[in-house]
């Protein structure tokens, strides 16, 4: 599954674009690979951010659930999506997640806390590379954007990285 690795080494998933994408490390093994980027202000190099969750409801029982993450820069207050699943991932870029209807809404994360917060993005590939080649191929953009797990952790200081959002994309 490491395969993947390759295509990341030139470019992140694109949902990081408004960000400086830093790796910060991958791993895998025969049944997934996974590839962690750390995430910087691109307009003034800051690497805390206060998060919060993009919610959605779900068409058939009503219910929120957060598809995303929005944050803003601690130094310059620069506001940004660092990823909705509803266009990002396996499924977004599918649009298989027909049955997230309305507009995106904003509320605080659990575990997200209110201080600045250094933020990494891990990406999932568990899907084979050919299949991901073949729908890259089929939309103009990059196999890395079809990661099917996305996890956000946070922490501040020295702390250890806890998550703060995690959504299953395929």
């Not at 605080?108 to 999932?124: I, K, T, Y």
């Not at 729908?135 to 990661?147: C, L, M, T, V, Y």
Request: charged share 25%.
């Amino acid at each position: 599954m490491s395969a993947i690795f390759a295509y990341l080494e030139d470019a992140p998933p694109r949902c990081l674009s408004a960000f400086d994408a830093i790796p910060a490390g991958q791993e895998g093994d025969e049944y997934a690979a996974a590839a962690t980027f750390a995430i910087r202000c691109k307009s003034c190099g800051n690497d805390t951010f206060r998060p919060r969750g993009i919610t959605r409801i779900i068409a058939d029982g009503g219910n929120h659930v957060h598809i995303g993450v929005r944050t803003t820069c601690a130094k310059c207050a620069r506001d940004e999506t660092l990823i909705n699943a509803t266009r990002s991932g396996y499924d977004g870029e599918l649009g298989r997640l027909g049955h997230l209807a309305g507009e995106d809404q904003e509320e605080r994360l659990d575990n997200a806390g209110s201080e600045p917060l250094m933020l990494n993005v891990q990406f999932v590939y568990s899907i084979e590379l050919p299949e991901l080649l073949e729908h890259a191929r089929d939309r103009g953009i990059g196999p890395e954007d079809f990661f099917d797990h996305v996890t956000v952790l946070c922490r501040s200081g020295d702390r250890p990285w806890r998550e703060i959002w995690d959504f299953a994309c395929a």
